[in-house]
C-alpha cells in the first residue's frame, strides 16, 4: 500500500510554462483534494472532487484546473504559471472524515 | 466564514509536557483534528475527535475541547527530540466530501 504518491517531488517553472501535477492513491478513497501551503498560512483548499466525476472549487481556485481521471487519480494543472503559485502542493484522499496526504510537490516559478 | 487560529512557535524543554493551543470559530464543526508534518514530508493525523467529546486521551497525547469557548488543546507529555515539528489543528464541518479547514500551524521546538 503507497498511500497518497505525487510527482515530481521539485518543479522549477518559468513564467508562463504549463505543468500538471500527478496524484494517485491507492486505498479506494471516493474524495481527493489539492492544497498549497505558503509560510504562515497552513493549507489552503485549491480544488477537490467528491467522487469520480466530479471537481468542485476551494478556498483559491483561479490559476488552476483539475482533472478526476479516476478514481485512483487527480491531478492539478497550471496553464500559464505565476511567480504567486511558488508553493508546496500536497494531495490528498479521504474517506469519510479522515484526509491521508501525499509527500508534497514543490514548485518554483522563476 | 470558518477561521482556525494557533500562534506559530513553542519550545519547551525536553521531558515537559508541551500544550498546542488552537481556536476556531464555527460553532457547527463536527470533528477537529491535530495533524503533525515533519520537515519535507505531507501531513499525518495524529488524532482526532468528535464534537460532542470534551476529551480524549491516547498514550502521550491528549486532546481536549472546550465547546463554549470554541478551543481545542493537544498536549504532549514528555516531549521529546522526535515531536518536534509543525502541528495543524483543524476543523470539518460538513460531513461527505469533508472540506477541512487548517490553522496555519505550530512550530514545536525542543531544547536539550
Known amino acids: 500500500n503507497a498511500g497518497v504518491t505525487q510527482t515530481p517531488k521539485f518543479q522549477v517553472l518559468k513564467t508562463g510554462q504549463s505543468m500538471t501535477l500527478q496524484c494517485a492513491q491507492d486505498?479506494?478513497?471516493?474524495?481527493m483534494y489539492w492544497y498549497r501551503q505558503d509560510p504562515g498560512m497552513g493549507l489552503r483548499l485549491i480544488y477537490y472532487?467528491?467522487?469520480?466525476?466530479?471537481?468542485d472549487k476551494g478556498e483559491v481556485p483561479n490559476g488552476y484546473n483539475v482533472s478526476r481521471l479516476n478514481k485512483r487519480e487527480f491531478s492539478l494543472r497550471l496553464e500559464s504559471a505565476a511567480p504567486s503559485q511558488t508553493s508546496v502542493y500536497f494531495c490528498?484522499?479521504?474517506?469519510?472524515?479522515?484526509?491521508?496526504f501525499g509527500p508534497g510537490t514543490r514548485l518554483t516559478v522563476l | 466564514g470558518e477561521d482556525v487560529e494557533q500562534s506559530l512557535f513553542l519550545s519547551v524543554r525536553e521531558g515537559d509536557s508541551s500544550v498546542i493551543n488552537c481556536t476556531y470559530t464555527?460553532?457547527?464543526?463536527?470533528?477537529l483534528y491535530w495533524y503533525k508534518q515533519e520537515p519535507g514530508a505531507g501531513l499525518q493525523l495524529l488524532t482526532y475527535?468528535?464534537?460532542?467529546?470534551d476529551m480524549k486521551q491516547d498514550q502521550r497525547l491528549t486532546v481536549l475541547l472546550n465547546k463554549k469557548d470554541k478551543h481545542l488543546s493537544l498536549r504532549i507529555a514528555d516531549t521529546q527530540t522526535g515531536d518536534s515539528a509543525i502541528y495543524f489543528c483543524?476543523?470539518?464541518?460538513?460531513?461527505?466530501?469533508?472540506?477541512?479547514?487548517f490553522g496555519s500551524g505550530t512550530r514545536l521546538s525542543i531544547r536539550p
Open positions: 490528498a484522499s479521504s474517506e469519510r472524515n479522515e484526509q491521508f
Open positions: 486505498m479506494n478513497h471516493n474524495s
Open positions: 472532487s467528491a467522487s469520480e466525476g466530479t471537481t
Open positions: 464555527d460553532s457547527s464543526s463536527t470533528y
Open positions: 475527535i468528535f464534537s460532542n467529546m
Open positions: 483543524a476543523e470539518s464541518i460538513a460531513f461527505g466530501a469533508s472540506k477541512i479547514i
